[in-house]
């Protein structure tokens, strides 16, 4: 199984600032026959199931604000935001689907400082 | 507007059979991937299996947690997957979610295993 290591697993970010997420991968999630990066990214909101922001690492999702950026390739991935609102308050978690069984990684708590 | 309603949730003791069910709405059912998802009380998640498509014979495939004790199956008719469940564990106790291939998640139902 891949296994997926986030950090950190919590951060306080004052509103307005950056916040970046890291996960990483046990193996490549990299397909090499199509060079798409398996690798998707959660946002989690109390009392509500998760929501796709990002898919193929960085592509963003439609409605998701451009605030959310992913990047990376290969065994490392990122995911920003560039200015924290009040509303980015979550759990975010990573996903890799290049091969079952699909794997999380165990979620960065984001909150505001 | 797609929807999708998981049920069939409860309290079970360990050793019980359980049977969840995920009734769908507003897209090509039969079309899809369904997966199941769990998310342990505070903790984070954990995906459980999928089923294809009648295209790719219904394939299933499982997290090893839940290997020979899960099914997943579907009735394409009724826009409807289900999650029976088996020989259940404590450690099973979770929010079952069902999920379809574009991402489109239910609110979950409750599954606590207890004597």
């Known amino acids: 199984d891949i296994v997926m290591t986030q950090s950190p697993d919590s951060l306080a970010v004052s509103l307005g600032e950056r916040a970046t997420i890291n996960c990483k991968s046990s193996q490549s999630v990299l397909q090499s026959s199509n060079n798409k990066n398996f690798l998707a990214w959660y946002q989690q909101k109390p009392g509500q199931p998760p929501k796709l922001i990002i898919n193929?690492?960085?592509t963003r999702e439609s409605g998701v604000s451009d605030r959310f950026s992913g990047s990376g390739s290969g065994t490392d991935f990122t995911l920003t935001i560039s200015s924290l609102q009040a509303e980015d308050v979550a759990v975010y978690y990573c996903?890799?689907?290049?091969?079952?069984?699909?794997?999380f990684g165990q979620g960065t708590k984001v909150e505001i400082k | 507007e797609v929807q999708v309603v998981e049920s069939g949730g409860g309290l079970v003791q360990p050793g019980g059979s359980l049977k969840l069910s995920c009734a769908t709405s507003g897209f090509t059912f039969s079309g899809s991937v369904m997966h199941w998802v769990r998310q342990t009380s505070g903790k984070g998640l954990e995906w459980v299996g999928r089923i294809r498509t009648k295209a790719n014979s219904y394939a299933t495939a499982y997290v090893g947690a839940v290997e020979g004790r899960f099914i997943i199956s579907r009735d394409d008719s009724k826009n409807t997957a289900y999650l029976q469940m088996n020989s259940l564990k404590i450690e099973d106790t979770a929010v079952y979610y069902c999920?379809?291939?574009?991402?489109?998640w239910g609110q979950g139902t409750l599954v606590t295993v207890s004597s």
């Open positions: 999920t379809t291939q574009n991402d489109d």
């Open positions: 193929w690492a960085s």
């Open positions: 996903q890799q689907y290049y091969s079952t069984p699909l794997t």
